[in-house]
């Protein structure tokens, strides 16, 4: 569980500092996608922090699932295993 939590603290923090970097660059303007075929080569590496992007969202979404198993067979092993109706 605490595995989980860890890799959720990082993907975290890698998503938001590739945010700020995309948001820096001017990913998220129409001028950026409108000037991309003339910029092309400068427009691909400001682009860069999408894969960082990618790979924050992936450890993210890992770590809230690594923990929300580790949560619920720590209550299965303490409470037993909850059987509906």
Excluded at 6 to 20: F, K, M, N, P, Y
Excluded at 50 to 57: C, E, K, R, T, W
Excluded at 72 to 78: K, L, R, T, V
């Amino acid at each position: 569980m605490p595995a989980g939590v860890v890799l959720a603290i990082v993907g975290g923090l890698t998503v938001t500092r590739a945010t700020s970097r995309l948001r820096r660059a001017g990913a998220f303007d129409g001028i950026f996608w409108s000037s991309f075929r003339h910029f092309s080569g400068y427009r691909m590496r400001a682009l860069r922090p999408l894969g960082v992007l990618a790979l924050g969202l992936i450890l993210l979404a890992l770590g809230l699932l690594a923990f929300y198993y580790g949560l619920s067979a720590f209550y299965a092993g303490h409470l037993g295993h909850i059987r509906p109706g």
